[in-house]
């Protein structure tokens, strides 16, 4: 499908998941134990054989732009690519992206060289898994300039996010950004005729998630407007015929520590609502040639562990173990993400870290961790307790980790010294 360009908007700073976007880009963190958040909306697009696709960031892309070099390599015969566009300096424009809609017209002399009858927009930072075929098929059936996923979702959840008002042949009528848990939306209720479970009141939340005719899109970016939500659609519905696209599965926006805590660890419930087993819509990321993980006299309950890791005489329960990291015998996992590590230390590094008095990568003995996001190349030292007393710290930036939403986050490459008691 040549004549789709898929663009995925990479966020600004992510400041909502800091400090895990301190040293990456929002669509770089690592999800999941071996993937990143970018690979979701990639996946989706390569399942539907989608393989023209711009990622749009502007913010530490360095990680990111490795990542994606390792991993989507297209063959010459399908003329496919995953490429960023960070945000560039040129004669017609200057400054960084000055939001979602801003990114694409900046970039508009990429995509004009491509040709695309139609531009999808994606998101860098949901988890979901949609057929973009039927999408790309109902709009075109539609006769529609723009098309919008949106999915069902309660008066509390819709507080938060654009809401649709769409009439019973799926045209969108009026649209809402973010609305608060005040104010007065019961004339968006869906329709009887488009509701999916009719013993609850549902509004159409929009996805983010956009299809556009290539004419459209240059009309409606053809002005100053610089954001999706808040100005190009809601000004479009008042101009072109815009549809909804009514999506039932699992989606969420995992752009907060508290949403990404949560989505990741929902992976390990005995059925996660987002499958990553589903061999017939894989979801695609680097391949490491790791070595299996190997399990030394260790109790793993309702637990995930990704390629090369070294667990040793631990209990481990409803955590998420990435890749190569290294559990030393006696350390317990409750509610854990642990990233995982980019190296294996050499026995040279460990013993020179032992003379420096630093901790080895991983989790040392006996360190007891609950409720909290390890990040890539953490050393947690021996004997440590984070998470397990209750110390009733507010949330906030303590130096070596952070507390957000309640749960501990040590940085990436972060030292916490043996006997630390968070």
């Known amino acids: 499908m040549a004549e789709v360009l898929s663009i995925v908007l990479g966020g600004g700073k992510g400041t909502r998941l800091f400090p895990l976007t301190q040293e990456r880009a929002k669509p770089a963190v690592p999800f999941g134990g071996k993937f990143r958040l970018v690979d979701i909306p990639i996946s989706n697009c390569i399942n539907a054989h989608l393989r023209q696709i711009y990622i749009l960031t502007q913010f530490n892309s360095a990680s990111l732009h490795l990542h994606l070099s390792q991993t989507y ?3 010459s015969f399908s003329k496919g690519f995953a490429e960023i566009l960070a945000a560039e300096q040129t004669f017609d424009h200057s400054g960084w992206y000055e939001g979602t809609a801003d990114a694409v017209r900046k970039n508009f002399v990429h995509f004009r060289t491509q040709s695309p009858d139609y531009y999808l927009i994606l998101s860098g930072d949901q988890l ?7 999408f790309l098929a109902k709009h075109r059936e539609s006769g529609a300039a723009i098309t919008i996923a949106c999915t069902p979702v309660t008066r509390e959840a819709a507080s938060q996010l654009g809401i649709l008002k769409a009439n019973k042949t799926n045209s969108i009528t009026e649209f809402l950004e973010k609305p608060g848990p005040t104010k007065d939306i019961s004339d968006f209720k869906v329709p009887p005729e488009l509701r999916q479970d009719k013993s609850k ?3 159409l939340g929009s996805m983010g998630i956009y299809i556009f005719n290539a004419k459209a899109m240059e009309d409606c970016l053809n002005n100053e407007m610089t954001d999706f939500g808040k100005e190009i659609i809601p000004a479009a519905i008042k101009q072109l015929k815009v549809n909804a696209y009514i999506f039932d599965g699992y989606w969420e926006d995992i752009g907060t520590i508290k949403n990404f805590y949560e989505a990741n660890l929902e992976l390990t419930s005995v059925r996660p609502r987002f499958d990553i087993y589903d061999e017939r819509r894989p979801i695609y990321t680097h391949m490491r040639n790791l070595p299996p993980s190997k399990m030394n006299f260790s109790n793993m309950n309702q637990s ?3 390629e090369g890791c070294i667990i040793t005489n631990a209990s481990i329960a409803n955590s998420i173990v990435g890749i190569r990291t290294i559990i030393e015998s006696g350390a317990s996992l409750n509610g854990v993400i642990c990233m995982g590590a980019d190296y294996y230390e050499s026995e040279a590094k460990k013993q020179q870290n032992a003379e420096a008095k630093v901790p080895n990568v991983g989790i040392g003995r006996g360190t007891l961790i609950k409720k909290a996001i390890i990040d890539k190349n ?5 004997g440590c307790r984070i998470g397990v007393d209750d110390l009733n710290r507010a949330d906030g930036n303590y130096g070596q980790y952070y507390i957000i939403d309640g749960i501990i986050v040590i ?4 030292i916490i010294q043996s006997g630390t008691i968070i």
Do not use: H, T, W
Request: proline share 4%; net charge negative.
């Open 201 to 203: 009141e549902q509004y």
């Open 73 to 75: 390599v297209f063959d």
């Open 411 to 414: 940085p990436k490459n972060g």
């Open 128 to 134: 979901y898994r949609m057929d973009l075929r039927d």
């Open 378 to 382: 953490a050393c947690i030292g021996e």
């Open 304 to 306: 995930i562990a990704s």
